[in-house]
């Protein structure tokens, strides 16, 4: 029987499994033994999707037999300090830098965690004319080098992450935090609960998301708690990241106006940005993530991708991060590794 990840691997495009078994034994790796360090990387980049890393599992990644699965891609790259089409995983994208070449963690003089941290940020493009991208870049990086050192000299910031389900909205957003220091409002781990529990309330599945009963009830008081929770930290003059789809909300001309507009008299700025994916890797993603609320849309997958626009864009200025083929992902896990919040 063909399994789906065999299906997947064989039809992907670009995959050359030869390179991932040269990356190994360049590195002098035993399949055992990169089966051990690839476990502990995953450990400490708390990556979730690597749960035996045992020696078949690697020889049928390198002989093409299963094509490694998102968590899978990223601790090999991790492991070997390489981008997925350095690994032979994928084709590049346009554009999108196909080696990362790091110093030693230990040595620093030469700025190489700084020029990683650059190249992971940079992937923040405006998508729209007017939008500040380099600003916003120039700031996460500035909270970054001063988090330490007496504060950021810019206006706080209310950064939006938005995107479809899949995109790697959070893994963006958690980075952008690690990065600055800035607290995290994540809307699924805030509102689940809420979530379900009103859900359940009104005679409706807790795991809904795709109902008009969801979607007239339930989203709005959904996002109205995340949005109050954001202006707490506003009112304080905290700079702050928030994650959710926003989808309705960056589409709308006078939900951002008003957001903008009351930020703006607090001395807040409010940058949105939109994680732009591809839909194989959301269906990857999302699947690999195996929560509840999204079994309606993997059951009846091309049902839902008729229910979204992926040329969907804020009708805002807003900044674009290309996520497609987890490109964004895999330049901020390499970023963490330079700057130490990964210790391969």
């Not at 035993?30 to 980049?45: I, P, W």
Request: glycine share 8%; with cysteine.
């Amino acid at each position: 029987m063909t399994t789906e990840a065999q299906r997947v691997g064989r039809n992907h495009v670009g995959w050359r499994p030869d390179k991932l078994r040269e990356q190994r034994e360049a590195h002098g790796l035993t399949l055992e033994k990169a089966g051990e360090r690839l476990r502990e990387v995953a450990e400490r980049a708390k990556l979730k999707g690597v749960p035996a890393a045992n020696p078949q599992t690697l020889w049928q990644h390198e002989q093409g037999e299963v094509y490694p699965g998102p968590h899978y891609r990223r601790a090999y790259c991790l492991l070997y300090r390489a981008t997925e089409p350095e690994l032979g995983f994928r084709n590049p994208l346009p554009g999108e830098e196909t080696q990362f070449k790091l110093t030693p963690l230990d040595d620093r003089s030469n700025g190489a965690h700084v020029l990683a941290v650059e190249r992971a940020i940079n992937r923040i493009t405006p998508g729209t004319d007017a939008a500040d991208h380099m600003g916003l870049q120039q700031r996460i990086i500035d909270a970054w080098k001063r988090r330490h050192t007496g504060g950021d000299p810019h206006r706080p910031t209310l950064l939006l992450v938005g995107g479809f389900a899949g995109s790697g909205k959070t893994e963006l957003a958690r980075f952008f935090v690690q990065l600055t220091g800035w607290p995290l409002l994540d809307k699924d781990p805030l509102t689940r609960p809420l979530v379900e529990r009103l859900l359940k309330a009104l005679g409706g599945d807790p795991n809904d998301r795709h109902t008009d009963l969801y979607r007239t009830q339930v989203r709005p008081v959904e996002y109205d708690c995340l949005m109050q929770s954001a202006m707490a930290n506003v009112r304080c003059g905290i700079s702050t990241v928030l994650t959710a789809p926003f989808i309705a909300e960056l589409t709308d001309t006078d939900w951002m106006a008003r957001l903008t507009h009351r930020c703006s008299s607090m001395g807040v700025d409010v940058a949105p940005i939109w994680v732009q994916c591809d839909a194989e890797s959301m269906r990857e993603y999302i699947s690999f993530r195996s929560a509840a609320r999204d079994a309606w849309k993997l059951a009846r997958w091309d049902e839902y991708l008729t229910t979204i626009d992926l040329q969907l864009r804020p009708v805002v200025q807003h900044m674009v991060v290309d996520n497609r083929l987890g490109a964004a992902v895999s330049l901020a896990d390499q970023a963490r590794q330079a700057i130490g919040a990964v210790h391969v």
